[in-house]
């Protein structure tokens, strides 16, 4: 089954600096790839998606970046702020299939400083 | 977005007990949700997945017989936890794509589950 791979696990950045999380991913059928904020106590709110149609996303302050041949994916957020703080997770899914389950990586704690 | 809510937001039970959460879809209809649970600091890990008006399916290593999923209608899935004990202390968050698996995925609040 998909395995998903998730770096750094924490990531300290000042504001205004940028933070790049990446995430790899084993199954090449997999095609849909979403990334997740979650907020201590909260539910994971979608803050962007790519599929594996295109290379790259840009929403505002937020990118994500596919690299369907290598099996990774990248978010980018750039003039962090501190309410940018929160977990980070990757997820991956094949949305062809019947099912479209998420498969998440291990998750990134993002940290800005003011 | 889509709205998707679950009840009870926490609940505390004694060992042994039975614990019943609901997720519901309010503003769509989901044939498909999806039920995962959620350790302190770590991710998110998928259960089983609610179909509706057939079976569920659940994860390796996730025993059927203690989750307990019924999906009955298009906009409700419930996921009973039998015979609770400490050990299934966690956060449950159930997700449903607005068109059967092909769509974007909203989560629910989740639900906090203590097993004393």
């Known amino acids: 089954g998909e395995n998903v791979e998730q770096h750094p696990s924490t990531l300290s950045v000042q504001e205004g600096d940028s933070a790049v999380i990446k995430c790899t991913y084993s199954?090449?059928?997999?095609?849909?790839f979403p990334w997740y904020k979650q907020e201590l106590g909260k539910r994971p709110q979608l803050i962007i998606d790519?599929?594996?149609?295109?290379g790259e996303k840009k929403d505002q302050r937020i990118a994500v970046t596919l690299n369907k041949t290598a099996k990774h994916f990248s978010l980018h957020i750039t003039e962090t702020q501190p309410e940018d703080s929160a977990v980070y997770f990757c997820?991956?899914?094949?949305?062809?299939?019947?099912?479209?389950?998420?498969?998440f990586g291990q998750g990134t704690t993002l940290q800005v400083k003011p | 977005g889509a709205v998707v809510s679950q009840h009870p937001s926490r609940v505390i039970c004694k060992s042994g007990t039975s614990v019943k959460i609901e997720c519901r879809s309010l503003d769509f209809q989901a044939t498909t949700m999806f039920w995962y649970r959620q350790f302190p600091k770590k991710s998110l890990m998928l259960m089983a997945t609610s179909n509706e008006g057939s079976k569920a399916t659940y994860e390796q290593g996730v025993e059927k017989d203690k989750f307990l999923i019924n999906h009955a209608s298009l906009t409700l899935s419930t996921l009973t936890v039998t015979s609770a004990h400490p050990e299934d202390s966690s956060f449950y968050i159930c997700s449903a794509p607005r068109r059967g698996g092909q769509e974007t995925q909203y989560f629910g609040p989740g639900t906090r589950l203590l097993v004393l």
């Open positions: 790519i599929r594996s149609n295109v």
């Open positions: 997820a991956a899914s094949i949305s062809s299939s019947n099912t479209g389950k998420l498969i």
């Open positions: 199954d090449s059928a997999s095609n849909y």
